[in-house]
């Protein structure tokens, strides 16, 4: 009885918990790229509270490179990565955008390109 009260108040903890995330939409945001300021801007939403919003911004002489990576199997994903030169891998995609990944291939090209940097295929 007592391991059904804790595991039944963990999944209502677990449940309470991905029901905020998917409410007030954390995760999410955008990308900004600026060839007049030379700056790539990411902005993203975090929880209600003290850092709701998160904000970086990077310069285009710290990229890198960007790397693309395709997984496959039973949980297949493509993403795409902006790695800078202190070798930090960055996301540029949030988790909910789901893309093919020819479109993903495609955007990374795109990209790469824009920015002038290399495109490493993982």
């Known amino acids: 009885g007592i391991a059904l009260l804790f595991y039944g108040t963990?999944?209502?903890?677990?449940?309470?918990?991905?029901?905020?995330?998917?409410?007030?939409?954390?995760?999410?945001?955008?990308?900004?790229?600026?060839?007049?300021?030379?700056l790539i801007r990411i902005i993203r939403l975090g929880f209600p509270g003290k850092n709701e919003r998160l904000f970086l911004s990077y310069?285009?002489?710290?990229?890198?490179?960007?790397?693309?990576?395709?997984?496959?199997?039973?949980?297949?994903?493509?993403?795409?990565f902006l790695v800078l030169k202190d070798k930090r891998e960055i996301p540029l995609f949030p988790a909910q955008m789901f893309m093919s990944p020819s479109q993903t291939e495609k955007k990374a090209i795109q990209l790469s390109r824009f920015l002038n940097v290399p495109l490493e295929n993982v």
Do not use: H, V
């Open 59 to 80: 310069e285009f002489k710290n990229i890198k490179n960007l790397k693309f990576l395709m997984k496959q199997g039973l949980n297949p994903r493509c993403t795409i």
């Open 10 to 38: 963990g999944a209502i903890g677990l449940s309470f918990y991905l029901f905020l995330t998917i409410l007030w939409n954390i995760g999410s945001g955008y990308n900004e790229f600026s060839k007049t300021d030379n």
